[in-house]
């Protein structure tokens, strides 16, 4: 026990703990006044407590709450509690602050067991898909309304989001697959050398670029930059009662909101898948001339002759598949966002991952469809 | 203390303004002003919509750096070189209500008011929720401690936002219209209470406002600026200001509507 103890014990004339404090109480002494006084009021021996205040000049916030907090400790421990000379200005603080004492409070979430989250989970997931569904369908609505009248349809703000997906997209990809094109040609060449077939290396490149590469890299890049910020978007304006302000004055929100981002993610994504295979072709064509001995023509005249259109429109399809599924889970998730600035955050990360999500599952699908079309 | 080291005759003003100009980019909206408020004074700012009333008060918390003139807190200037620390300790110790509220939207009302608290005092944990109950029933929004901020209405943002202002009872709270959004009854509770902890706790007060019942009720003195003026247009007590020969302060105590023509911008 320090010097500048905050406050002296003693006896009462009824025998009670007298505990008679020096200091104000306050932010700086609450700490502690409480640890020595929660033991004291611990002990067996102290069934009474008077608290003498004469000499406390000050009490702040946190004061009244350590008084409070004594007296919460007290009646837990059956331990009986008086306070005496409380200065009046103090006094008048103190009943100032018990003015009246609603209570109420938040019923809690339930807590269930671990089986019982898990059907709480799956029936959650269940009802968000049912709702994407949903929101899909609304859009595919308008869609249709849109192309009966594409006059009314808001092309300015498409050509915008254009330019956001698409050509602001168009370096970052390049570097992506030409790099990508580099790595496979590389792989491939190792293995082809020993058989003498290097040729074959652009076989390989420009078939894995054409039916799979170049869409599934190009939908991932577009989740992760186009889906994530249509969430963000849309989520702020949710937050700042946007979108409440738009539907009252009489807008259709997945017209006015959704249909643009959509439309401008299906004409960004093929040209972008097309620029893709270019960009993957001369990473292909890079490696193959400085350490396969094959010329660019040659590389380029077996792509000729191995590509067929089926590869090339089965694979700008799959793009165009991706795409919408992008962007409408983007600008779902962005509506799903509740008050608050975290839930922005959340939903964005939530659309990225959907997006990827949904990527794989719908190319595992047209993979098995093209299968069994033949392409 | 600062108001200990700084031993020269500002050392009883919590905050002086001198010759300050502030203004966002280019545009200038208050200019050359210049007033002092003593400790534990409660002064209220007055003055119409857009007259610059929240700019001032960033201007006073260091928000918004002045393009001209200085703002001394307990008599340092808070934009000098080398007072980046000191700002920061004297800002632990300074409330702040801002305009909207600002509570923070991932964290309960409880976890709001007890974030400066657990961060810049050592209470013990069997302490901090009672604190945090106090402030929230001095609002009088005692058990919201589990709800959100956005399942708040306005006015109860406002008062929550206000409980986090007195949080670590500072020794000088700068409020942005405290009572907007608020019924009568609440808004007279909310005077009180600022009021009682100026009498109690000495705490120091800037008060941005244009409710004239509570400009009446707690005001020990009232500045009025003025977006045309760009600056001060007259201080001194409510009761006074009232019966000002200005026009412009005097309709603005008596609610009298200017003419049409009258008004620029
Ligand atoms: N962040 C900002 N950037 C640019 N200009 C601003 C900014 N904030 C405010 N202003 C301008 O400064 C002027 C004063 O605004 P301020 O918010 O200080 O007004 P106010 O007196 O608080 O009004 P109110 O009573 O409506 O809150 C306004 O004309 C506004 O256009
Ligand atoms: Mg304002």
């Known amino acids: 026990m320090g010097r500048g103890f905050p406050f002296e014990t003693g006896k009462s004339s009824e025998g009670e703990l007298l505990i008679s404090f020096t200091t104000p109480l306050t932010y700086e002494t609450a700490a502690e006044i409480w640890q020595s006084v929660s033991t004291l009021a611990s002990r067996k021996e102290n069934a009474s407590l008077v608290l003498d205040l004469s000499a406390v000049s000050k009490v702040d916030s946190a004061g009244a709450a350590l008084l409070r907090s ?24 103190l009943e100032f602050l018990e003015r009246e004492k609603p209570k109420k409070d938040k019923p809690s979430p339930p807590s269930g067991s671990m089986l019982e989250r898990f059907g709480a989970f799956l029936i959650e997931q269940a009802a968000e898909f049912r709702d994407f569904a949903r929101f899909c369908g609304s859009v595919f609505a308008v869609m249709a309304g849109s192309i009966r009248h594409p006059a009314k349809f808001r092309w300015a703000e498409s050509f915008y989001y254009l330019q956001l997906a698409g050509s602001n997209a168009m370096t970052i990809l390049f570097l992506i697959m030409f790099l990508l094109g580099v790595v496979m040609t590389f792989q491939a060449a190792i293995q082809l050398r020993q058989f003498g077939a290097n040729i074959y290396v652009a076989d390989l490149v420009s078939l894995a670029l054409a039916r799979e590469l170049a869409p599934v890299f190009t939908a991932m890049l577009l989740a992760g930059r186009s889906g994530s910020a249509f969430a963000a978007e849309i989520g702020t304006m949710k937050v700042g009662e946007e979108l409440d302000a738009l539907s009252v ?112 599952f719908a190319d595992a699908i047209l993979t098995v469809i093209y299968y069994f079309l033949g392409w | 203390m600062p108001a200990d080291s700084a031993n020269n005759s500002t050392s009883e003003r919590a905050i002086c303004a001198e010759n300050v100009s502030l203004g966002y980019g280019d545009r200038t909206i208050l200019k050359d002003v210049s007033f002092c408020v003593e400790q534990g004074q409660i002064v209220t700012v007055l003055g119409g919509s857009g007259s610059g009333k929240s700019t001032l008060m960033k201007g006073l918390i260091g928000l918004l750096k002045p393009t001209k003139g200085r703002v001394r807190l307990y008599g340092k200037d808070i934009f000098e070189t080398g007072a980046e620390a000191w700002l920061e300790w004297a800002r632990r110790r300074i409330g702040v209500l801002f305009q909207s509220g600002a509570l923070i939207g991932s964290l309960t009302l409880g976890e709001n008011i007890a974030l400066p608290i657990r961060e810049f005092s050592n209470v013990p944990k069997e302490i901090l929720p009672e604190i945090v109950r106090l402030k929230l029933e001095m609002v009088r929004l005692g058990g919201y401690e589990s709800y959100y901020p956005a399942e708040l209405s306005g006015g109860m943002k406002k008062r929550a ?105």
């Open chain 1, 249 to 360: 004055m009489g807008f259709n929100l997945p017209e006015f909101i959704t249909l643009p981002k959509v439309l401008a993610l299906m004409i960004a994504a093929p040209l972008l898948t097309m620029w893709a295979n270019f960009a993957g072709l001369v990473g292909g064509i890079a490696v193959s001339s400085v350490s396969l001995d094959l010329t660019p023509y040659s590389f380029m005249y077996e792509v000729y002759t191995t590509i067929e259109f089926s590869d090339i429109a089965g694979g700008l399809l799959k793009t165009e598949v991706f795409a919408i599924l992008i962007a409408l889970v983007g600008c779902f998730r962005g509506f799903q966002t509740s008050m608050g600035a975290d839930s922005v955050g959340r939903q964005t990360t939530a659309a990225v991952v959907s997006g990827l999500f949904l990527i794989i």
């Open chain 2, 161 to 265: 936002g206000l409980a986090r202002a007195i949080a670590l009872d500072p020794k000088t709270l700068f409020c942005d219209e405290p009572t907007e959004g608020l019924d009568p009854v609440i808004s007279a509770e909310m005077d009180n209470l600022l009021m009682e902890l100026n009498r109690v706790l000495g705490i120091t007060m800037v008060v941005v406002t244009h409710d004239l019942p509570s400009i009446k009720a707690i005001s020990d003195w009232s500045i009025m600026v003025d977006g045309e003026a760009r600056g001060i247009i007259a201080t001194g007590p409510p009761n006074e200001l009232e019966n000002s020969s200005d026009s412009r302060v005097y309709d603005f105590f008596h609610r009298i509507a200017r003419p049409v023509n009258s008004e620029r911008r």
């Open chain 1, 70 to 93: 004594i007296q919460g400790l007290c009646e837990r421990k059956g331990v009986r509690l008086r306070t005496q000379s409380i200065q009046p200005p103090i006094k008048h603080f």
